[in-house]
């Protein structure tokens, strides 16, 4: 196997059409990425549902009870925005079983790409933007624990602050967290990252790959075993919900900077999709495309 990619069929699962988290976009990435030539039968892997325990790592045990019975009070079910369903909860534990997934086979491979995850709004005892448990937080302390990696880095580069990243890892120094996100936009309160790079609206691609180079360069400071990539678009010119104006071309080459460097100084990286928010799922999807295209060349 070149790169491995990890999908399952139960990402996509049945959803209201006009919610502006577009559920499809996952079963359509496959299958546009299948398309392209890019996954095939020989470099796919499904993951195995999570057991709860492995949730615990990062959550309260009362949250994640209180979400897979149905039972959060109205105000956690509002902040988190997404319709509770069986097969909500049952995609649940696959898509943080899927970014684990990932972790482990960067680990093996080099590189690794997951056709979901990223759900970094989500805190110890609630989620929130459409981000249930959070799978960067869990998968980074479950390598940690199971002694795989000591050091990780976690990059994000969704447009919106990694708030529940943060502060859920707050007291790990050996996972550090970086974000760069738009200033002005949600999470209205912003915590604290170990690395912030708040860029100012309507930044383009230039600038925007200006700030990458300082995380990568702190990247590089702190020699990680494993960086976690959160390859999110919605730092597009058209995503319904980002506020940058970066093109297509400068996702491109921030995906393929980020995976280049990392490539050239062996470490391992798993990149997640992260945020993409468009009423036309064939530009959002062409656009999650984009990771994974770069993540090719370096078969
Ligand atoms: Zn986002």
Not at 31 to 54: R, T
Not at 153 to 177: K, M, R, S, W
């Amino acid at each position: 196997m070149s790169i491995p990619f990890v999908y399952h069929p139960i990402y996509s699962v049945p959803f209201p059409a006009q919610h502006r988290f577009r559920m499809a976009k996952f079963r359509l990435l496959y299958e546009k990425l299948l398309q392209k030539n890019i996954i095939h039968k020989n470099n796919v892997l499904e993951p195995q549902p999570v057991a709860a325990d492995i949730i615990e790592i990062s959550h309260s045990k009362e949250y994640i009870d209180a979400f897979f019975n149905n039972k959060l009070d109205k105000t956690r079910a509002k902040k988190l925005g997404l319709p509770w369903s069986e097969q909500l909860a049952a995609r649940t534990k696959y898509s943080i079983a899927g970014t684990l997934l990932t972790t482990e086979l960067a680990l093996q491979h080099g590189i690794a790409c997951h056709l979901a995850g990223g759900t970094h709004h989500s805190h110890f005892d609630f989620g929130s933007g459409f981000c249930i448990f959070n799978d960067l937080t869990i998968a980074a302390l479950t390598l940690v624990k199971k002694q795989l990696a000591d050091v990780i880095f976690i990059l994000d580069c969704d447009v919106h602050q990694g708030d529940g990243t943060a502060t859920i890892l707050q007291e790990y120094p050996n996972i550090f967290t970086c974000s760069i996100h738009c200033r002005n936009n949600f999470p209205l309160k912003k915590t604290e990252s170990d690395l912030d790079i708040p860029l100012e609206k309507d930044i383009g691609d230039a600038e925007y790959l200006e700030a990458l180079q300082l995380a990568l360069h702190k990247m590089l400071e702190i020699e990680p075993d494993l960086v976690i990539y959160d390859a999110g678009v919605d730092v597009h010119v058209d995503d319904a919900l980002g506020k940058l104006a970066m093109t297509s071309q400068g996702i491109a080459a921030r995906d393929y900077l980020v995976m280049k460097t990392c490539h050239e100084h062996h470490i391992p990286v798993a990149t997640v999709i992260g945020g993409g928010y468009h009423k036309d799922l064939d530009h959002l999807v062409e656009r999650h495309c984009i990771v994974h295209e770069q993540a090719a060349k370096f078969a």
